[in-house]
């Protein structure tokens, strides 16, 4: 099943259940999904898919932030309700110890032995972890690994 297939089901159950949060959200990642179909011309992929959604839940992580420094408490739990709801739906996120096992074997595999290295390395790195690991994170670990 498609996440997007995945998503209408969800769609349908919340709708019967009444969840205004969760309609609203699913129905967003379903029009930016469709969106991204209609500019492409063609159906997604499932990284297609997977990029819209990392996308949408990176959107909620900044939101919490802002929302936290501005003391916005109201549209902090929404926020974070939106999160919690496109978590569902994304692959299980990876521990650092987890990346930093991947990181290690990768820098092996390519012989990477400095800095100059790290395009390399994190070009290799988020193909591998696209999805389940933060870039950002992904990035401290590799320079950490490099110096």
Do not use: C, H, W
């Not at 003391?71 to 692959?91: C, H, N, T, V």
């Amino acid at each position: 099943m498609s996440l997007q297939e995945q998503l209408l089901n969800e769609l349908k159950a919340a709708m019967k259940a009444k969840d205004p949060i969760r309609i609203n959200t699913i129905r967003m990642v379903r029009g930016q999904m469709k969106d991204l179909q209609i500019e492409k011309g063609e159906e997604l992929s499932p990284d297609d898919e997977l990029a819209v959604l990392t996308s949408a839940a990176k959107k909620r992580k900044e939101a919490i932030a802002a929302y936290e420094q501005s003391g916005r408490d109201d549209l902090l739990a929404k926020e974070k309700q939106e999160l919690d709801i496109l978590s569902e739906f994304l692959p299980k996120q990876l521990s650092e110890a987890e990346i930093e096992e991947v990181v290690r074997k990768i820098i092996a595999d390519v012989g990477a032995s400095s800095m100059k290295d790290l395009g390399k390395v994190m070009k290799e790195a988020m193909g591998q972890l696209k999805g389940k690991a933060e870039g950002k994170v992904v990035q401290e670990i590799v320079r950490k690994k490099l110096s």
